[in-house]
């Protein structure tokens, strides 16, 4: 899958899918989401990322309706179907899934590559009421070794947690996967860049990884999504979008592993993650003491 | 010094002082801090950050330089100077100094009240080679509990590392001072922000604290610096900047701690701090496994 065949060394594109997927019309979203993967690959892609819950759509009424429409995972006919596609095509998919796992829901991604089922991520997060549907993720910030690098996901509020970012990279993800259904910020000024966009840059930049996001668009039950899918590069800077607020559209943008790892090197002194300095945040950020009142 | 008298809450005004430190002219840079904490205060500022190695300049030759350059805290000349004004004007400073403490340097930056000092934070992650004239900073991440509200610090290239912020934070910080001497970033836009704005944006929007960073300007031994100060708001939008790149200015915001800390509650069910996966985050940011090859 790696271009190596090019000469160009290991690099190979990703492609961000912004897409519309309706609420509870998982035959039709399932469909749509592979017309668009064909897209991408057809135009270069060996790894496609599609959005959050892009085979349910987001607002559920209550969990009787996520508990309807998830699936297990990978057995489910999601998770068959985008298995098939990936092996048809010769490529990896990162897609947003309601995940049923006996009575359990979770808000998950499976990771599918072009020899079938590479693993899942369930959302740590949960953002808003999703927490009447929705386990906490109980899978950690797993990082799956690819033979295009090494993937990480993280869903749409786990972006708000920079930690989420850091065990990843400290972990030794290159790209990292992030469906998501942004939903407005309150202040955000008019054509000035999306929150969500700036906490990606910042965590590529902090990093050293490339982070790239496949958020949803349009309105459902009234609540409004925000595209401006992005996918940042290594040293912070954007490789492709944002994209619109409003479309449907694929962002593309070539990643090379080598160059991602070595990013993370900036002068004689200074590497990015090797200059944490964990015998600081330990005591903090392990057992924890008591905060102040926050 | 909160402005309770005004019946507006516990608001009060900071002001970053963005200015161009002389390498080695201590008395001069000295005399015109002094300068602008006077004009800040007479602007309704409460609490003025001025940037990193304030008093000495940057761009030490080698260790000996920065050695001579460099005072005890809180007895030093450029602290009791400090002391003074801040008592004088009734008002609290943050002010980046070059530390000696026996024969051990820091890049710190201390604290003061209008009653006396308050106490220092050491740089803790040293910039390219700083590390050949400092120590690396050993008093963890202070929140001091002012009058004004809780205050922390980070300097520079602290901010590169999201678990400054998140340490300020949960132990309680409101808002964060960052004096800073940044340089260019390679693969910079013109006109567009600077990677240094956005992870200070990124992680006031994350931690739910204000950000207040005030840089230096001017060239010095061939390093360029780029001001561009600014004040971000607990929610992550601009209070004030980002300042000009070549010119010294104060930037002024004011801030509300009720607001502050209103503001880490999003929704029913979210809250910035509250939600972090600490069971997560700990094995990795603990003891640490060891990450694969980065």
């Given amino acids: 899958v790696a271009n190596t065949e090019?000469?160009?060394g290991p690099t190979f594109v990703v492609a961000c899918i912004q897409m519309e997927p309706r609420i509870g019309e998982k035959q039709s979203n399932l469909a749509r989401s592979i017309e668009r993967?064909?897209?991408a690959a057809r135009q270069g892609a060996s790894l496609v990322v599609l959005p959050e819950l892009a085979n349910t759509g987001y607002m559920f009424t209550d969990r009787r309706e996520a508990f309807e429409l998830a699936e297990p995972v990978p057995d489910g006919e999601s998770t068959r179907t985008w298995i098939d596609v990936a092996a048809r095509l010769g490529i990896y998919v990162v897609?947003?899934?309601a995940e049923r796992d006996g009575d359990r829901l979770f808000n998950s991604a499976v990771v599918i590559g072009p020899k079938g089922y590479v693993g899942t991520f369930r959302k740590l997060h949960l953002w808003n009421d999703e927490n009447t549907c929705f386990e906490p993720g109980?899978?950690?910030?797993?990082?799956f070794d690819t033979e295009l690098g090494r993937i990480a996901v993280a869903i749409c509020y786990d972006g708000w947690f920079p930690e989420v970012y850091r065990l990843a990279a400290a972990k030794g993800a290159d790209i990292?996967?992030?469906?998501?259904?942004?939903v407005p910020m309150p202040g955000q000024v008019a054509g000035g860049m999306a929150m969500a966009n700036m906490l990606a840059i910042a965590a590529a930049h902090s990093n050293g990884v490339v982070i790239a996001c496949a958020d949803r668009?349009?309105?459902e039950r009234g609540q409004e999504f925000i595209g401006q899918s992005l996918i940042v590069d290594s040293d912070g800077w954007l490789k492709a979008g944002p994209a619109s607020a409003q479309r449907e559209e694929i962002l593309f943008a070539e990643c090379d592993v080598g160059r991602i790892r070595s990013s993370r090197r900036i002068n004689a002194f200074n590497h990015k993650l090797?200059?944490?300095?964990t015998d600081v945040?330990?005591?903090?950020?392990g057992s924890g003491e008591t905060p102040a009142s926050v």
Avoid: F, S
Wanted: hydrophobic letters at 30%; a neutral charge.
């Fill in 217 to 219: 668009v349009g309105t």
């Fill in 176 to 182: 990292i996967c992030v469906p998501t259904n942004w």
């Fill in 281 to 285: 945040y330990d005591p903090m950020l």
């Fill in 138 to 143: 109980d899978k950690g910030v797993p990082v």
């Fill in 6 to 8: 090019h000469g160009t």
């Fill in 37 to 39: 993967i064909e897209q």
């Fill in 95 to 97: 897609a947003g899934i």
């Fill in 274 to 277: 090797r200059d944490r300095r």
